[in-house]
């Protein structure tokens, strides 16, 4: 039963243009919602977050949106950096649960 | 380092062997999580942890794995008997245990059983 998908295992996109990672999540009491980026052989690293109670969040050139309605939410990397090539996951959670589900990655190469 | 700290980096058993991996949480942080990866597949959530509790182990196979974190000491993960198929990358997390706030993870333990 997975409750987080990422259906894009891997995205190639060219240095300097948009990256979009897509997620979809099929539990409705999911209300906190988070991106990591994951390199090999090191632990995922915290990105971005939101909350179900807004629809954007934005930090530098990462933004993450929500759609409640479609329960689906996005990554968009703008621009689009070498360095970002990297696993991204995405998870969820929520209220009265501390349990985070991850969904299982999209592989992202930036090309220069 | 202030950072989630995993020992050791890289453990080989052979089957039937248990394993015993580590995780010091970040300064401050007394909630722990632990998940696993398997090759090519995304991360399984195994136990929740707070002092001395075990709050959720439902990822948690029921034999042979444990789980542990004392009033002193770090966080541990024991597997007993270890099998090929426990062979994977192991990630330990922690967190504040406020509402909505993100994990930090260490870098993991990779075990591999040969």
């Known amino acids: 039963d997975q409750q987080v998908k990422q259906n894009s295992p891997s995205l190639s996109v060219q240095e300097g243009r948009i990256s979009i990672l897509n997620c979809d999540y099929t539990?409705?009491?999911?209300?906190?919602f988070l991106w990591y980026k994951k390199y090999p052989a090191e632990g995922p690293t915290f990105l971005i977050s939101?909350?179900?109670?807004?629809d954007k969040n934005e930090d530098g050139r990462f933004t993450v949106f929500l759609n409640k309605s479609a329960k689906h939410l996005s990554l968009h990397i703008v621009p689009s950096q070498p360095g970002d090539s990297a696993v991204y996951f995405c998870?969820?959670?929520?209220?009265?649960?501390?349990?985070?589900?991850f969904g299982t990655g999209t592989r992202l190469k930036v090309l220069a | 380092n202030a950072g989630v700290m995993q020992n050791p980096r890289h453990l080989v058993r052979r089957r039937g062997q248990e394993a015993r991996l580590r995780c010091s949480p970040m300064?401050?942080?007394?909630?722990v999580y632990w998940y696993r990866q398997l090759p090519e597949e995304g991360l399984k959530f195994m136990v929740y942890?707070?002092?001395?509790?075990?709050?959720?182990e439902s990822g948690m196979p029921k034999e042979r794995f444990s789980a542990e974190f004392p009033k002193e000491g770090p966080s541990i993960l024991r597997i007993q008997q270890v099998v090929r198929g426990d062979s994977a990358a192991y990630f330990c997390?922690?967190?504040?245990?406020?509402?909505?706030?993100?994990?930090?993870f260490g870098n993991g333990t990779r075990l591999t059983v040969t």
């Open positions: 997390a922690s967190s504040s245990g406020t509402v909505h706030s993100p994990l930090h």
């Open positions: 539990n409705s009491m999911f209300d906190y």
């Open positions: 939101i909350s179900s109670i807004k």
């Open positions: 998870a969820a959670s929520y209220s009265g649960t501390y349990k985070y589900i």
């Open positions: 300064k401050g942080h007394s909630h």
């Open positions: 942890l707070q002092k001395e509790n075990i709050i959720d």
